[in-house]
C-alpha cells in the first residue's frame, strides 16, 4: 500500500551537544540491539504471517535505511546529482528516491543526477517519479 505522506512536523532547536550525544547513544544502541531485533523480528513475522510477513518487515527496515542514506549523504548529493538551485536532500522522513523524483520534475538534475535516475528507471520503471511524496508502507 502507498500512502500519501503530510509534512505536520514543527522544527526546533537543539544543542549541538545534545545532537552529537543522541547520535552516539543511538549508534551504541543499534550495534548492541540491533541484530538482536532484527532476528527476533525476522522470527516473529515468519510465525505470524508467514514468508509475505518477512518481505513486509524487510520493506520496512528497507525505507528506513533509504531515509537514513537521504540525510547522510545529503551534502555530497547536493553537490554532485543537483543544480544550485535543486530541491535538497537531507529531509529524514523522505528517501533518497522521492527527493531526485522533485529534481526531476523541476529540471534540476545534473548529468551524474539523471545517469543516477536513469539506473533506478532500468530496474523499476519511473521509480524516481513513483517515489514522491509517497512512503510505502504494507498493508497491515
Known sequence: MIIKKQD???KKKSSPIIGILLFLISIVLM??????????????QLFAKGFNGIGEFALKIAVSIDQLGNV?????????????????FGNRDETISSALGKNKQLCTLTTFGKA???????????????????FIQPEE
Open 31 to 44: 550495534a548492541l540491539t540491533g541484530p538482536i531485533g532484527l532476528v527476533f523480528g525476522f522470527f516473529h
Open 72 to 88: 547522510i549523504m545529503q551534502h555530497l548529493f547536493n553537490s554532485l546529482w543537483i543544480t544550485k538551485d535543486g530541491y535538497e
Open 8 to 10: 505536520c512536523g514543527k
Open 116 to 134: 543516477i535516475d536513469k539506473i533506478l528507471d532500468i530496474i523499476d520503471h519511473n521509480h524516481s517519479l513513483d517515489s514522491i511524496d509517497y
